[in-house]
Nanobody, 115 residues
Framework: QVQLVESGGGLVQAGGSLRLSCTAS????????MGWYRQTPGKQREVVAT???????AYTAPVKGRFTISKDNAKNTVYLQMNSLKPEDTGVYYC?????????WGQGTQVTVSS
């Protein structure tokens, strides 16, 4: 059973930084794609950043240059470093593991950016 546990959310002022962490209960495989998604009230969950098994990151346009996704295979953990935060970054952030056409989700962590 794959379990993902996120941490690191909180309340921060605009311009500040947060680092989210997501630890998996399983060892990462080369075929895994890890990702961070954000959901706000009344909207669908949307991708923020993904990282391939080889460590290549990809970002949605609004966060490029501000967010960095990374992972530590030895710790089964993926990170999202968020800098220069804006109020529009507010939402619940979910960690995702994509493996063999299945998706696994964490419970989410709230990020609130005040103006």
């Amino acid at each position: 059973q794959v379990q993902l546990v996120e941490s690191g959310g909180g309340l921060v002022q605009a311009g500040g930084s947060l680092r989210l962490s997501c630890t998996a209960s399983v060892t990462f495989l080369d075929i895994d794609v890890m990702g961070w998604y954000r959901q706000t009230p009344g909207k669908q969950r949307e991708v923020v950043a993904t990282i391939s098994g080889g460590g290549t990151g990809a970002y949605t346009a609004p966060v490029k240059g501000r967010f960095t996704i990374s992972k530590d295979n030895a710790k089964n953990t993926v990170y999202l470093q968020m800098n220069s935060l804006k109020p529009e970054d507010t939402g619940v952030y979910y960690c995702n593991l994509g493996r063999y056409a299945r998706n696994y989700w964490g419970q989410g962590t709230q990020v609130t950016v005040s103006s």
